[in-house]
Nanobody, 125 residues
Framework: QVQLVESGGASVQAGGSLRLSCAAS??????MAWFRQAPGKEREVVARIYIGSGSTYYDGSVKGRFTISQDNAKNTLYLQMNSLKPDDTAMYYCAADLRSSSWYSLNSIARYSFWGQGTQVTVSS
């Protein structure tokens, strides 16, 4: 079993920056991602990374502003968020999966077997 613990969420003003961390324990994941969920909205993928290759993907709404990265020595996933906007306000979740393939889309919630408890990011204008 993979256990994920997020941290780093906070309240910031628009234009500010935050770095979220996700400490992982257990077997090494194949795929990890950051999702977010705003009140009344569905959970959506923000960014994902293949742990082995380091290949990344970003949703269009955050591309150029957010950076997903990993520190294998610390078994930690990061999300550097710059130029934050009020629309970025949401609960941010770290997700992981051990499988190299699945019927589900890489951006689908169902693709990920393990989830953290979430960390709140609030951006004020």
């Amino acid at each position: 079993q993979v256990q994920l613990v997020e941290s780093g969420g906070a309240s910031v003003q628009a234009g500010g920056s935050l770095r979220l961390s996700c400490a992982a324990s257990g077997p090494r994941s194949y795929l990890m991602a950051w999702f977010r969920q705003a009140p009344g909205k569905e959970r959506e993928v923000v960014a994902r990374i293949y742990i082995g290759s380091g290949s990344t993907y970003y949703d269009g709404s955050v591309k150029g502003r957010f950076t997903i990265s990993q520190d294998n020595a610390k078994n930690t996933l990061y999300l550097q968020m710059n130029s934050l906007k009020p629309d970025d306000t949401a609960m941010y979740y770290c997700a992981a999966d051990l499988r190299s393939s699945s019927w589900y889309s890489l951006n689908s919630i169902a693709r990920y077997s393990f989830w953290g408890q979430g960390t709140q990011v609030t951006v004020s204008s």
